[in-house]
């Protein structure tokens, strides 16, 4: 019993932290930023649950809700590029090119929330994400310092989504860790004025 309730600490510290943060593209709060986190390339083009975030991220910018889209993902190795897929891909979309500003180094969804902090200047935004890991980025951007609200998009439940589903009860721990002891980022470098001037040519 014990072992359970240690073991499920961290979800639900998850949950405790973020349920009502959870949005929809219709009823998320106004934010000059929106946060989009990777999700895998598919030959080069976003995943599946890649394309349906930045969908949703793409919806956020034509409403209104925020101006500037931060996109972040692996970019390490050189044919792997999640951030400029996700320029491609937004562009497409009818965002515009100095609207979206790219982090090459968002290995992983606290790596992604330390850099838009203190890398980017972000202090609160609307992060964008498939519904079974939308809590973890919310809690994790919160305790990086963002004041964070997140937008949990819908997904068709197949094998990754169960699979997405499931990883979040082992990545919880790791989220629990990484609150705790604040580990820096794998690559930190020197700040990025790329949020600012995209806002202010906004």
């Not at 106004?30 to 083009?45: D, H, P, Q, S, T």
Request: charged residues 25%.
């Amino acid at each position: 019993m014990v072992a359970c309730v240690v073991g499920l600490a961290p979800a639900t510290w998850m949950h405790a932290t973020a349920d009502a943060r959870v949005r929809t593209t219709a009823d998320a709060p106004a934010r000059e930023v929106a946060v989009v986190f990777g999700a895998g390339l598919w030959r080069g083009r976003p995943s599946a649950y890649l394309a349906h975030r930045l969908d949703a991220a793409a919806e956020l910018y034509r409403t209104g809700k925020v101006r500037v889209l931060l996109v972040t993902g692996d970019n390490s190795r050189v044919e792997y590029d999640e951030p400029d897929a996700m320029r491609t891909y937004l562009t497409g979309r009818g965002v515009p090119d100095g609207r979206i500003v790219s982090d090459y180094a968002g290995f992983d969804t606290w790596d992604s929330c330390v850099r838009a902090k203190r890398i980017f200047g972000v202090d609160s935004a609307v992060l964008v994400s498939q519904g079974f890991h939308i809590r973890r980025a919310i809690a994790l951007c919160r305790a990086a310092g963002i004041d964070a609200y997140g937008v949990g998009v819908d997904a068709v439940h197949d094998s990754v989504w169960y699979y997405g589903g499931a990883r979040e009860l082992f990545a919880s721990a790791k989220a629990g860790l990484d609150v705790v002891f604040r580990p820096d980022p794998h690559f930190l470098g020197p700040r990025e004025r790329g949020v600012r001037e995209a806002l202010v040519a906004d």
